[in-house]
C-alpha cells in the first residue's frame, strides 16, 4: 500500500497575457479618428509600473465621444475581408469612438482619435481600460483632455470627488500640433487613480 499523497495547495490566478501582439490589435487599432478630420488629437504616453519602469505588453482601449460629446452608434472598428478572413481595418471615414492599442518596448503608445466633447455633465474625457501583466483583472480610468475650459473641469463630479494632488494623475498635459501627453502609473506614489465598477 503506498502512501498518501499530501492535497496540492491552491495554485494563484493567472495573468493576463502575453498574448496580445497575437491575437487583439487589429490593422488601424491606435487611429480612430478619420482622414483629415479637423478635431482629431493624438494622445500618447507610456504604461509604468510601480518602480517607473515602462510596461512593454500593454494592451488599452480607449472609447469616447465625438467633438459634441456624442457616442457613435456604428461599428466597423474590426471589419472583415470577405475573400481570407482577415481584418481589414477601418475604412477612414466613419468614427466609431473605440481604439486598442499595445504598447512598444519602451511602454510607449499613442492614439488618434477626436477630441472629445463634453457629455451627461462630465468634463470632456475618454474612458480607458489597461490590460497588463501581473493584472488578474483589468483595470479602468480616464483621460481627461483640457479643452480650454477650466469650469467644466471644476464641475465633473469625479474630478470634484478627488484631492488636488490625485485628480492630477486624471488630466491630460497639452502639447504641440493638438498633442496630449497622459501616462499610466500602475503603481507608486503618482498611481493613477483607477475607478472601480460595482
Do not use: K
Not at 504616453?45 to 515602462?54: T, Y
Amino acid at each position: 500500500m503506498s502512501p498518501q499523497t499530501p492535497p496540492t495547495p491552491p495554485t494563484p490566478s493567472h495573468t493576463i497575457g502575453p498574448f496580445y501582439g497575437y491575437a487583439l490589435p487589429f490593422p488601424g487599432g491606435p487611429d480612430a479618428a478619420p482622414h483629415a478630420h479637423p478635431d482629431t488629437i493624438t494622445v500618447h504616453g507610456r504604461v509604468l509600473d510601480g518602480a517607473g519602469a515602462p510596461v512593454p505588453d500593454a494592451l488599452l482601449e480607449f472609447w469616447g465621444p465625438d467633438a459634441e460629446g456624442q457616442l457613435p452608434q456604428q461599428g466597423g472598428s474590426l471589419r472583415r475581408d470577405p475573400v481570407t478572413g482577415g481584418f481589414l481595418g477601418r475604412n477612414g471615414v466613419d468614427f466609431t469612438g473605440f481604439v486598442r492599442v499595445a504598447t512598444d518596448a519602451d511602454g510607449h503608445w499613442a492614439i488618434r482619435t477626436l477630441r472629445p466633447g463634453a457629455r451627461g455633465g462630465h468634463a470632456p474625457h475618454l474612458s480607458v481600460c489597461v490590460f497588463a501583466r501581473g493584472l488578474t483583472h483589468h483595470l479602468f480610468t480616464r483621460v481627461y483632455v483640457p479643452n480650454g475650459d477650466p469650469a467644466s473641469a471644476a464641475a465633473d463630479p469625479l474630478l470634484a470627488a478627488l484631492p488636488p494632488e490625485r485628480r492630477t494623475t486624471l488630466i491630460a498635459t497639452p502639447g504641440p500640433h493638438a498633442t496630449h501627453r497622459f501616462d499610466l502609473r500602475l503603481q507608486g506614489p503618482d498611481e493613477t487613480v483607477f475607478l472601480e465598477f460595482s
